[in-house]
């Protein structure tokens, strides 16, 4: 048995490392392990997005319907849906179905506009204090439109972000072209969240583990937990490939494994996995601007320094991370459609990572109900990486007894009980 640690993390994703690194700023002592690699897992592909301005979750109004419509059209869908027979996870998609409603999003709204912009001032002080240099860009997050049906809709929705402090700025066809040549002339404009931003997510993350690691952490990397002890309210043992570790406090931060890994607690973690792709190619000629989100197709570019990266597809229930060459080639083709990309890309490397998805599309940040020394940060969906250091601070906060930066008791697991 290992001496007693303070802190254990369970996963040192965006999340995981978030979490250690205000731990460690607020002067505990941390210990993270990793199943593999710190830094390396559904984060490190992503888009990179930085949106603060995703105050809507992901179970809302119209997603069945439009994710029953695109079902139709399996080669260009969006969405995929794998069929498992498991009651844990048709009970997921029967919840999730049935939160995608207005009140689910009246609820969300706050939670999530304050966690994001919390994790969006966040980022800035990180990156500006620890001189991180890793393409970080506040040039918003424009979303293009080729469909006038789409386009009007999402003005709509502009109007009605803007209504709840979101800066949006919404341009026509005569003007898209100004503030993103990169777009094909069909394009018909775009809504531009101007306050959003993107990195490389890759590059921030291993420098927020090189961080973490110099201000003192304790990392177990290729360690998987197997399993836990847990006796009078509290986690007695945390169980590993490697032998058991002791702690004061433990972390659940393990994404879209955190129900796997936590099997053996009693407890009701409703989180399942939606995989998506991406593909990351040497800059091109055209170099998009800004992040952007290629509206009907739901594919995101994004320029990181000298690379481009196209990201898309939400496969809910698949755990492989393997990314599928059909897919990577179809994210290609809709770039394509939307943007002027070089003939030929010189594609670098192409990828597959898990959003860990709750029923209502809200992360999970809180306690246990059952356990004293437990707090699972989890769920955070399509925005982990976004809403990563919000999260890492509220939790350093909840773990040191502290008041937390916002109510939190939206975002916790005994919403689920
Ligand atoms: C295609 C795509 C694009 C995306 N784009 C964006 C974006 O632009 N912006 C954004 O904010 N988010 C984006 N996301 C979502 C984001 O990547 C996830 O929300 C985020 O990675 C979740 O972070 P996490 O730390 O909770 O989990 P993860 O990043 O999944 O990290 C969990 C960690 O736990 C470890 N682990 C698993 N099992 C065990 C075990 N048994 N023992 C120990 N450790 C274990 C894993 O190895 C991993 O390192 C995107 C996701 C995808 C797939």
């Known amino acids: 048995m290992n001496t007693k640690h303070d802190v254990l993390i369970i996963g040192g994703g965006p999340v995981g490392l978030s979490c250690a690194y205000y731990l460690l700023k607020s002067g505990r002592k941390v210990t993270i392990i990793d199943a593999n690699e710190i830094g390396k897992g559904s984060g490190s592909g992503n888009a990179g997005h930085i949106v603060p301005s995703h105050i809507i979750p992901l179970a809302a109004p119209g997603v069945v319907t439009s994710a029953l419509k695109w079902m139709l059209n399996p080669n260009s869908s969006p969405f995929g849906l794998k069929i498992r027979l498991d009651l844990k996870y048709i009970s997921w998609l029967i919840q999730f179905a049935a939160a995608c409603n207005e009140a689910n999003v009246s609820r969300a709204l706050e939670p999530m506009k304050t966690l994001g912009q919390l994790s969006a001032e966040n980022f800035a002080r990180i990156i500006a204090e620890e001189k991180f240099d890793c393409h970080y860009q506040t040039t918003g997050f424009l979303n293009l439109y080729k469909n006038q049906d789409a386009f009007d809709e999402a003005r709509h929705e502009a109007e009605f972000m803007q209504k709840h402090g979101i800066p949006v700025s919404v341009y026509g066809k005569n003007q898209i072209a100004d503030v993103e040549p990169a777009v094909r002339e069909d394009v018909l404009g775009g809504v531009h969240f101007t306050g959003d931003a993107h990195l490389n997510p890759a590059v921030f993350l291993q420098l927020l583990g090189e961080r973490i690691r110099a201000m003192g952490a304790e990392v177990h990397e290729n360690t998987p937990v197997t399993g836990f002890e847990s006796a009078e309210g509290k986690i007695r043992v945390v169980k590993t490939s490697v032998g058991e570790f ?159 930066a916002f109510d939190l008791r939206p975002l916790g697991l005994e919403r689920f009980i």
């Open 246 to 404: 002791e702690a004061e406090h433990v972390i659940l931060a393990a994404g879209a494994w955190s129900p796997i890994v936590a099997r053996d607690l009693r407890l009701n973690i409703p989180v399942q996995p939606a995989r998506g792709y991406s593909l990351t190619a040497s800059a091109i000629q055209n170099m998009p601007r800004q992040a952007l989100i290629l509206g009907d197709r739901r594919v995101a570019v994004s320029p990181l320094g000298n690379l481009l990266r196209v990201t898309g597809r939400l496969e809910v229930g698949e755990f492989s991370t393997t990314p599928n060459p059909l897919w990577i080639q179809r994210l290609e083709n809709f770039a394509r459609e939307y943007l002027r990309l070089d003939e030929k890309l010189d594609i670098k490397e192409t990828w597959a990572g898990l959003r860990p998805v709750t029923p209502d599309g809200m992360p999970i940040i809180g306690r246990s109900p059952l356990h004293s020394n437990l707090t699972v940060a989890t769920g955070h969906a399509m925005l982990g990486l976004s809403l990563g250091p919000g999260t890492g601070q509220v939790v350093a906060e909840l773990v040191n007894g502290s008041e937390t």
